[in-house]
């Protein structure tokens, strides 16, 4: 069983920054796949980013590319999302989770289902 922990959502300009913590707990951290997914309301979760075990290897979505960066230290059991240049359009509930490994590459960690534990969320909006 992995417990996960988000924290550092809030409110914030567009164009300002934020960075998110996941703070795991239980089984080994660094034996999962880590994710930052986010859903607005009335819409699906969608994955924002992942990172493999290592930190050697991460996916992100084309929204994000370039403004958002996953990170993780596995020493503290912890991962990060720093979201810069953010846009009113990034505001949701941002959900972390972590994956056993299932699959070979980074990129087939998009869907949901393809993790086992899920954080509670944390808050992002984004005021224009």
């Known amino acids: 069983q992995v417990q996960l922990v988000e924290s550092g959502g809030g409110l914030v300009q567009a164009g300002g920054s934020l960075r998110l913590s996941c703070a795991a707990s239980?089984?080994?951290?660094?034996?999962?796949?880590m994710g930052w997914f986010r859903q607005a309301p009335g819409k699906e979760r969608d994955v924002v980013t992942a990172?493999?075990?290592?930190?050697?290897?991460?996916y992100y979505s084309d929204s994000v590319k370039g403004r958002f960066t996953i990170s993780r230290d596995n020493a503290k059991n912890t991962v990060y999302l720093q979201m810069n240049s953010l846009k009113p359009e990034d505001t949701a509930v941002y959900y972390c989770?972590?994956?056993?490994?299932?699959?070979?590459?980074?990129?087939?960690?998009?869907?949901?289902?393809?993790?086992?534990?899920w954080g509670q969320g944390t808050q992002v909006t984004v005021s224009s």
């Open positions: 239980g089984r080994t951290f660094s034996g999962y796949v």
């Open positions: 990172i493999g075990w290592s930190g050697g290897n991460t």
């Open positions: 989770a972590a994956a056993r490994l299932k699959y070979s590459i980074i990129s087939s960690y998009v869907a949901p289902g393809a993790y086992d534990y």
